[in-house]
């Protein structure tokens, strides 16, 4: 089911008159008709980026904001399935101008070593359905990159991972993506990357799902941030996000039936964790702590996380540590102003399900100048 209408977004600002609080958008409620929904309800973001085909470009929620990929570049047609040579996607990938890279075939393409994408890089896999599989992307030391309803299934080998964002890369969205089934990581990001938003994107079939934050000796890693929103983790066992000493807000997600845990707050890490729902299915921890010593301390310690308006479903015990929210926990108003966000509910559950991963939405055309 697609969400091709344009709509208007519906986004509340700082200077709206309701001030507690200040960042909330009110939406006006979603009532489920169980009809065939010809597009996604209008309280969810990003209603209108599909009403051009560079209508992506610069809008992304969260700290990814920026993001504009290719968009002032010329449009690259992939035209074959092959891993490489003329007219594939690892040849678009690695030219060094920016493109807008868009499908003119549906299909798997096997990728027999990591495909690197470059800078002002836009990879739309709308109007196509598109599957990577054997290895993943690369984003290394690029920034502006936009990467769009995808599937990425089955990823072998070591340190294989969906989309591995490293080193120093940023300006970077990642929407629409179903991944599933890789030998490490669906999405890493570590190194010194930063400004990242990850949304709309599937989660399911593997172990270690989302890292952020390398390892403690990457201290580094301190200058990540990264903005995961309306995303569906599926019975992914951990990792929803792991994060090292990064600043990381989510919101309005989906996480059901995980393995060990929902969240983990490893060393110096700051979770904001707004509005989402965990569902474990029986008896489970959402919140997980550990210690870890960062190269430059004396002391292990772990991260800490805030939760506010989460709904914990079934069984669920949230495990949230409360002396270990830091007095000087960042919030997410200190870095971008608006953000689309609402009270969890049965109603947000089901859209989450229906309109994440990738998605059978025709290819928008053109803006005429």
Request: proline share 7%; glycine share 8%.
């Amino acid at each position: 089911m697609g969400n091709a209408h344009p709509h208007r977004r519906h986004r509340n600002h700082h200077h709206h008159p309701t001030p507690t609080p200040p960042y909330y958008i009110s939406p006006q409620p979603y009532v489920p008709s169980y009809m065939p929904q010809p597009h996604m309800p209008h309280s969810l973001p990003y209603l209108n980026v599909d009403s051009s085909l560079r209508g992506l470009a610069g809008q992304a929620e969260g700290f990814g904001r920026f993001a504009i990929g290719g968009l002032h570049g010329p449009i690259y047609h992939v035209t074959t399935l092959s891993d490489d040579g003329p007219g594939s996607l690892r040849d678009g990938c690695r030219r060094k101008e920016p493109l807008w890279i868009v499908f003119e075939v549906s299909g798997t393409i096997h990728l027999s070593s990591t495909l690197s994408v470059s800078s002002y890089k836009t990879i739309d896999g709308r109007g196509q359905r598109i599957k990577l599989t054997g290895k993943g992307l690369r984003l290394k030391e690029c920034e502006h990159v936009i990467v769009c309803n995808l599937e990425f299934e089955g990823g072998r080998g070591p340190d294989v991972d969906g989309i591995q964002i490293k080193p120093n890369s940023k300006h970077i969205w990642i929407d629409r993506c179903s991944l599933h089934d890789y030998d490490d990581g669906l999405i890493d990001i570590t190194r010194g990357s930063t400004d990242i938003t990850v949304s709309r994107c599937h989660f399911a079939q593997h172990d270690k799902t989302m890292l952020i934050g390398a390892d403690p000796s990457h201290v580094g890693d301190r200058c990540i941030r990264v903005t995961i929103h309306h995303c569906f983790f599926d019975g992914t066992r951990q990792r929803h996000p792991r994060v090292r000493y990064g600043k990381v807000h989510l919101y309005n997600n989906y996480t059901r039936n995980w393995g060990i845990y929902a969240v983990c707050a490893s060393v110096e890490s700051q979770i904001y964790s707004q509005c989402n729902i965990y569902e474990a299915g029986q008896k489970k921890v959402a919140f997980k702590y550990l210690h870890e010593k960062a190269a430059d301390k004396d002391e292990a310690c772990s991260g800490c996380i805030r939760s506010e308006g989460d709904l914990f479903m079934t069984g669920t015990q949230a495990g949230l540590l409360t002396e270990n929210v830091m007095s000087n926990m960042f919030h997410p108003s200190e870095y971008y102003p608006t953000w689309t966000v609402e009270p969890p509910s049965e109603a947000l559950k089901h859209i989450v399900q229906q309109f994440t991963g990738w998605q059978s939405v025709p290819r928008p055309a053109e803006a005429s100048s």
